[in-house]
């Protein structure tokens, strides 16, 4: 059964002590406050990086090949390294254990047309595997297949921001589109898989890499390799395989193990490893921080606490004299204290929220910067948790005094 008359004399309590109240409740609010602002960030920060790297594979490994900084065998620096389909082929059969998916990579620029529609795009030639490594989810028709790689055939697959510039509502899938003067058969369209990721890469248009080839320059070069290794590997095991593979390119084309601008790879696995340990050093510091914040709401909330009991200790021996128990005068100051850190901790909570919602934090790296809801209360629970024991002791020592002794106090 409720005891309202309980909760009512509380209430008066508080209302008669506006100034004592509303420290306790600014200590216990701001402390809060910073808690969730703190963490807040810390999970911004870990977002950023995770968004950053959502639209490829998390086994993924990109190839890059550039010039020569130092001299070896007789070749001389700045020598231009040039990917080719023997060294695909090399690195596909090679490695076929630890290797997932493999492609190549032919980057062109075109003047796409349908009709009196006209835009400029980004063309990516590549293998069939290269749907898998770059999470490119078909939304129509079908990706790039083998067949098209045997016969060179002219087909493309275009971005879902693609069909809205070029066709609206018009259905696509087996329409003809100039590029650079040069007629594509569409045979599907893919929108990214990752929410939220870069709209650029929905107005990408693949082709074959084989046709590519034939087309822009009759050769069988290729910009870049990309893959992805098997997933049985470990953290370790992946970077080492990484690096099996720039140094197996650069035993092929001849070039000194310690020049790292001729071949360079971006291992998903070391940036995994990097972020991983940046996200426990983050953690950490914001885990001391949090708990200083919170030690420091935890020793105000307490100081307070002390303070009215003392400032009440006339109060109690009154009620003692009419004939209150002492566990009665002990569950008012608990139950004071309670329902101030309570709603004080609740007001911390939106106004760290308010606060974190009020700023673009993306310049900075922050993104949807929040903290857990559970994270705040077991904060908030901590400072009831103090600011009951630190009203209980103190309470207690003053509830078992005698009333003409608590009367006497000055």
Same mark, same amino acid.
């Given at each position: 059964?409720?005891?309202?008359?309980?909760?009512?004399?509380?209430?008066?309590?508080?209302?008669?002590?506006?100034?004592?109240?509303?420290?306790?409740?600014?200590t216990?609010?701001?402390?809060?406050?910073?808690?969730?602002?703190?963490?807040g960030?810390?999970?911004?920060?870990?977002?950023?990086?995770?968004?950053?790297?959502?639209?490829?594979?998390?086994?993924?490994i990109?190839?890059?090949? #550039?010039?020569?900084?130092?001299?070896?065998e007789?070749?001389?620096?700045?020598?231009?390294?040039?990917?080719?389909?023997?060294?695909?082929?090399?690195?596909?059969?090679?490695?076929?254990?630890?290797?997932?998916f493999?492609?190549?990579?032919?980057?062109?620029?075109?003047?796409?047309?349908?009709?009196?529609?006209?835009?400029?795009?980004?063309?990516?030639?590549?293998?069939?595997?290269?749907?898998?490594?770059?999470?490119?989810?078909?939304?129509?028709?079908?990706?790039?297949?083998?067949?098209?790689?045997e016969?060179?055939t002219?087909?493309?697959?275009?971005?879902?921001?693609?069909?809205?510039?070029?066709?609206?509502?018009?259905?696509?899938?087996?329409?003809y589109?100039?590029?650079?003067?040069?007629?594509?058969?569409?045979?599907?369209?893919?929108?990214?898989?990752?929410?939220?990721?870069?709209?650029?890469?929905?107005?990408?248009?693949?082709?074959?890499?084989?046709?590519?080839?034939?087309?822009?320059?009759?050769?069988?070069?290729?910009?870049?390799?990309n893959?992805?290794?098997?997933?049985?590997?470990?953290?370790?095991?992946?970077?080492?395989? #990484?690096?099996?593979?720039?140094?197996?390119?650069?035993?092929?084309?001849?070039?000194?193990?310690?020049?790292?601008s001729?071949?360079?790879?971006?291992?998903?696995?070391?940036?995994?490893?990097?972020?991983?340990?940046?996200?426990a050093?983050?953690?950490i510091?914001?885990?001391?921080?949090?708990?200083?914040?919170?030690?420091?709401?935890?020793?105000?909330?307490?100081?307070?606490?002390?303070?009215?009991?003392?400032?009440?200790?006339?109060?109690?021996?009154?009620?003692?004299?009419?004939?209150?128990?002492?566990?009665?005068?002990?569950?008012?100051?608990?139950?004071?204290?309670?329902?101030?850190?309570?709603?004080?901790?609740?007001?911390?909570?939106?106004?760290g929220?308010?606060?974190?919602?009020?700023?673009?934090l993306?310049?900075?790296?922050?993104?949807?910067?929040?903290?857990?809801?559970?994270?705040?209360?077991?904060?908030?629970?901590?400072?009831?948790?103090?600011?009951?024991?630190?009203?209980?002791?103190?309470?207690?020592?003053?509830a078992?005094?005698?009333p003409?002794?608590?009367?006497?106090?000055?």
């Amino acid at each position: 059964m409720i005891d309202l008359d309980l909760f009512r004399e509380i209430f008066q309590s508080l209302n008669k002590n506006k100034l004592r109240t509303l420290l306790s409740g600014f200590t216990v609010a701001f402390a809060i406050m910073l808690f969730t602002i703190l963490f807040g960030i810390a999970n911004g920060f870990q977002n950023t990086f995770n968004n950053e790297f959502n639209g490829d594979a998390n086994n993924s490994i990109f190839i890059y090949s #550039g010039r020569t900084s130092k001299a070896v065998e007789g070749y001389q620096t700045g020598r231009r390294i040039q990917f080719d389909n023997p060294l695909y082929e090399t690195l596909k059969e090679e490695f076929s254990d630890d290797i997932e998916f493999i492609t190549g990579r032919v980057y062109k620029n075109v003047t796409a047309t349908f009709g009196t529609e006209k835009s400029n795009y980004s063309v990516r030639a590549v293998n069939p595997d290269h749907q898998f490594i770059e999470k490119s989810e078909m939304k129509y028709g079908r990706f790039i297949n083998p067949l098209d790689l045997e016969n060179n055939t002219k087909n493309i697959v275009i971005g879902n921001l693609v069909v809205e510039d070029l066709f609206g509502d018009v259905d696509p899938i087996g329409k003809y589109i100039d590029l650079n003067k040069i007629k594509f058969k569409v045979v599907g369209v893919f929108v990214e898989r990752t929410e939220g990721s870069d709209s650029n890469e929905a107005r990408v248009i693949y082709m074959p890499i084989s046709t590519a080839q034939k087309i822009y320059g009759n050769n069988d070069y290729i910009d870049q390799i990309n893959l992805t290794y098997n997933t049985n590997l470990s953290e370790q095991e992946a970077i080492a395989f #990484g690096n099996n593979i720039v140094n197996k390119i650069k035993d092929v084309f001849f070039v000194a193990d310690n020049d790292q601008s001729a071949v360079r790879a971006r291992n998903r696995a070391r940036e995994n490893q990097e972020i991983t340990q940046f996200n426990a050093v983050l953690a950490i510091l914001v885990l001391i921080i949090g708990m200083g914040t919170l030690v420091a709401g935890v020793v105000g909330i307490s100081n307070i606490m002390i303070f009215i009991v003392k400032e009440r200790t006339k109060e109690i021996g009154i009620r003692k004299a009419l004939g209150a128990p002492p566990n009665s005068i002990i569950l008012i100051i608990i139950l004071e204290s309670i329902f101030i850190t309570a709603i004080a901790g609740y007001v911390g909570l939106l106004l760290g929220g308010g606060v974190l919602n009020s700023f673009d934090l993306e310049d900075y790296w922050i993104t949807d910067p929040g903290v857990s809801t559970s994270l705040v209360m077991a904060a908030t629970i901590t400072l009831v948790v103090a600011g009951t024991l630190a009203g209980y002791i103190p309470a207690k020592r003053a509830a078992s005094i005698k009333p003409i002794v608590a009367l006497r106090d000055e």
